[in-house]
């Protein structure tokens, strides 16, 4: 009996690390893919927007307790100061660098935090590439407005993209629920 029960639970520690030996591997890569969307993220300005920015001693700088959580929720917007006729203007930013105003009406900076209700937490790499590739939100929804550079980040690989998203579901979860964009006649 004894010598049976050894090939039986050797056969099963074998399996084991062969199981831990993948989960360690699965782990492995998408820590690398995390580091590598860590990097875009840092290199292709999406912290310009999706961080709004506070004043600091020399000026507005990024609000790092708020770090890609988009548009504050707490900022209410007065409405878009009148541009004078004939003007070169034609876009109007925020101080928290997170509201644009144009002839799209107003958009706000989305929460790119992995919390649930308010910023990317339900999603699926499939859902954050397909709002990339289409410019719609979730692949279906409204347009994603300007001045998010989609036809830049549309042209990401797939790898890429899914980096991005890897990373961003390394950041703390902020709730922050930023307001829907603004129609033109609502801009005013």
């Given at each position: 009996?004894?010598?049976?029960?050894?090939?039986?639970?050797?056969?099963?520690?074998?399996?084991?690390?062969?199981y831990?030996?993948?989960?360690?591997a699965?782990?492995?890569?998408?820590?690398?893919?995390?580091?590598?969307?860590?990097?875009?993220?840092?290199?292709?300005?999406?912290?310009?927007?999706?961080?709004?920015?506070k004043?600091?001693?020399?000026?507005?700088?990024?609000?790092?307790?708020?770090?890609?959580?988009?548009?504050?929720?707490?900022?209410?917007?007065?409405?878009?100061?009148?541009?004078?006729?004939?003007?070169?203007?034609?876009?109007?930013?925020?101080?928290?660098?997170?509201?644009?105003?144009?002839?799209?009406?107003?958009?706000?900076?989305?929460?790119?935090?992995?919390?649930?209700?308010?910023?990317?937490?339900?999603?699926?790499?499939?859902?954050f590439?397909?709002?990339?590739?289409?410019?719609?939100?979730l692949?279906?929804g409204?347009?994603?407005?300007?001045?998010?550079?989609?036809?830049?980040?549309?042209?990401?690989?797939?790898?890429?993209?899914?980096?991005?998203?890897?990373?961003?579901r390394?950041?703390?979860?902020i709730?922050?629920?930023?307001?829907?964009?603004?129609?033109?006649?609502?801009?005013?």
């Open positions: 009996m004894k010598t049976a029960l050894l090939p039986v639970t050797a056969v099963a520690g074998l399996l084991l690390l062969a831990v030996g993948a989960a360690g699965q782990t492995a890569m998408t820590v690398e893919k995390a580091a590598r969307g860590k990097y875009l993220v840092a290199t292709s300005g999406c912290m310009d927007c999706h961080t709004p920015f004043m600091g001693p020399k000026g507005p700088e990024p609000d790092m307790s708020r770090m890609l959580s988009g548009h504050p929720q707490d900022l209410k917007m007065p409405p878009v100061p009148a541009l004078p006729p004939g003007s070169p203007w034609v876009i109007i930013g925020a101080g928290t660098n997170t509201a644009w105003a144009g002839p799209w009406g107003v958009s706000f900076t989305a929460n790119l935090t992995p919390d649930k209700e308010t910023g990317l937490g339900d999603w699926t790499a499939d859902d590439k397909k709002t990339i590739r289409t410019g719609r939100h692949g279906r409204r347009e994603i407005l300007p001045p998010m550079p989609i036809p830049v980040y549309s042209q990401m690989t797939d790898e890429d993209l899914e980096s991005i998203f890897a990373y961003l390394t950041l703390p979860a709730k922050n629920r930023v307001p829907e964009p603004w129609a033109p006649t609502a801009a005013k």
